[in-house]
């Protein structure tokens, strides 16, 4: 029972259109408030880029820092998307444990920003091909696997397998 009051608290909290999110993000975005001003300053640091990928409720895209030009990827979720509690507790959950991670395979919350109409997460940016794209051109109408690609294969499932051991623990 008090685990489903907890869970009806944080859906409260992020129904809250004055929510400031800087209570779930690092030290680096604690300054965050609730007005609209800081708000705007805080997302007109960036430059948004090319789109990353497309979810069922957030789009990423890179974004580069205007003042220091370190690129990031940022997920933007549309609030009228997150149009029921579980997807909105998906999104709080999401922001909280990235919160809590420090891990070299896991990407790192930079900043959460709140607008009237977006939830921003924004993360270290990874570059490279994605596991799922590196198999679909490299593996998946192969007969076999070379030795060589076995190897990258193995490289990337063991920093895989470090993360969600991270994770667990």
């Known amino acids: 029972m008090i685990h489903k009051k907890k869970n009806l608290n944080v859906i409260n909290k992020i129904n809250n259109e004055n929510l400031s999110l800087?209570?779930?993000?690092?030290?680096?975005s604690a300054s965050l408030s609730n007005n609209q001003n800081n708000k705007n300053d805080k997302l007109s640091k960036y430059e948004i880029g090319h789109t990353l990928g497309k979810g069922a409720y957030a789009i990423v895209k890179v974004v580069t820092n205007i003042i220091s030009q370190e690129k990031y990827a940022m997920k933007i979720y549309e609030k009228e998307k997150l149009n029921d509690n579980s997807k909105k507790k998906c999104v709080f959950r999401e922001i909280e444990i990235l919160k809590r991670t420090n891990h070299k395979n896991i990407a790192k919350l930079i900043e959460v920003i709140n607008t009237h109409k977006q939830i921003l997460i924004i993360q270290e940016l990874v570059n490279g091909i994605s596991l799922?794209?590196?198999y679909?051109?490299?593996?998946?109408?192969?007969?076999?696997?070379?030795?060589?690609k076995?190897?990258?294969?193995?490289?990337?499932?063991?920093?895989?397998f470090d993360a969600m051991n991270y994770l667990h623990k």
């Open 22 to 28: 800087s209570n779930y993000a690092p030290a680096i």
């Open 150 to 160: 076995a190897v990258i294969f193995k490289k990337i499932f063991k920093q895989i």
């Open 132 to 134: 799922r794209d590196y």
């Open 136 to 148: 679909n051109s490299e593996i998946r109408n192969q007969k076999g696997i070379s030795e060589h």
